[in-house]
């Protein structure tokens, strides 16, 4: 634990969502169950073991410590969550209070947070790096003026959407079968005055017809869960999304697969791919935030980017 003191003694105030500890990756021996995040003005401490009474006033008395000297005259905000597998989050309000609509930004961007219930909490810090890069690609696209069209799946809270829609996207499509989370991507958009954004609140493996007839796309956005009972289970669905890629992409068009599974590696995603599509050509994995760096990058979040042949003269 005493990794997790050193980190809480030496961070300085953010101002964007971020994380400030990332125990998770294995290099803080003692500490893999732990992790620390801003969601301003609001801590977070996150572990996925029980922690006793005595380790959580010793992260009270850091972050107390800590607070005195670069909180000015903000009050010190901060929750804890323990999480373990198979059993519901256990939440606690530690110090201050979270304000309610809680907003929180990345990039100049705009994004609702809700750190009192569930276990994500409206943005996944961990994909800052992909929306960069989704950024910057949707900015610097030779087709730019003429308007691209993304397709966002498994969108969540449609982070992605709002970032490619800034950046000067002209149409995207977000499905995912959580109404409550395509409800607070709708809020992310009017939060930064975004427009062109439809919300599907579907099951993608029933709703192909739906999907296709919105496209060609410029870009597809594949950001599912690793293993969701009932929705999605990256061992056996991960390649019905990939038969699709071909057909839904434009001459020339960019898929970003996303996948948070430690168990399986890269090779996973490229092996598959490279028989199911292999007319897609593997571009780059995208590097996480130096923050989330693990003892095994393999284990880590995988942000990998393909792009489909321009149309032969």
């Keep these: 634990m005493q990794a997790l003191l050193d980190a809480i003694a030496q961070f300085e105030m953010p101002t964007d ?7 998770r990756g294995g290099r803080y021996p003692g500490c ?3 992790v620390l995040d801003a969601f301003p003005p609001v801590l977070v401490l996150t572990s996925f073991q029980p922690l006793e009474e005595g380790a959580l006033t010793a992260v009270d008395e850091a972050l107390q410590a800590r607070w005195a000297h670069i909180g000015g005259n903000q009050p010190l905000n901060w929750v804890y969550q323990m999480r373990q597998p198979g059993a519901k989050a256990e939440t606690r309000l530690m110090a201050g209070c979270v304000p309610e609509p ?5 990039a100049g961007l705009q994004y609702r947070a809700h750190v009192l219930r569930g276990q994500n909490h409206g943005i996944f810090l961990d994909m800052a790096e992909g929306r960069r890069w989704v950024r910057e690609h949707v900015a610097t696209h030779p087709e730019h003026r003429y308007g691209l069209k993304v397709l966002n799946l498994f969108a969540y809270t449609c982070a992605f959407s709002v970032v490619a829609l800034d950046a000067g996207a002209r149409q995207v499509l977000n499905m995912d079968m959580a109404q409550g989370a395509l409800a607070t991507g709708q809020q992310n958009h009017q939060l930064n005055g975004l427009t062109g954004a439809s919300f599907l ?6 709703s192909w017809g739906k999907i296709t007839r919105s496209g060609p796309y410029h870009l597809i956005i594949i950001d599912p869960p690793s293993y969701q009972k009932g929705s999605f289970v ?12 071909p057909a839904l992409l434009r001459p ?5 697969l996303c996948l948070n599974a430690p168990e399986l590696n890269t090779a996973f995603l490229k092996d598959q791919m490279a028989d199911i599509a292999p007319e897609l050509e593997f571009v780059e994995r995208v590097a996480n935030p130096a923050v989330f760096a693990d003892v095994d990058e393999e284990r880590s979040l995988k942000v990998l980017v393909y792009r489909t042949p321009d149309t032969q003269p």
Excluded: Q
């Design 17 to 23: 969502a971020s994380r400030i500890f990332h125990g």
């Design 32 to 34: 893999e169950h732990l």
């Design 102 to 106: 809680h907003t929180v930004t990345e």
């Design 201 to 206: 609140a579907h099951d993608i493996f029933s």
């Design 234 to 245: 990256a061992t056996k669905d991960y390649a019905k999304l990939m038969r699709r890629l």
């Design 252 to 256: 020339g068009g960019h898929v970003l």
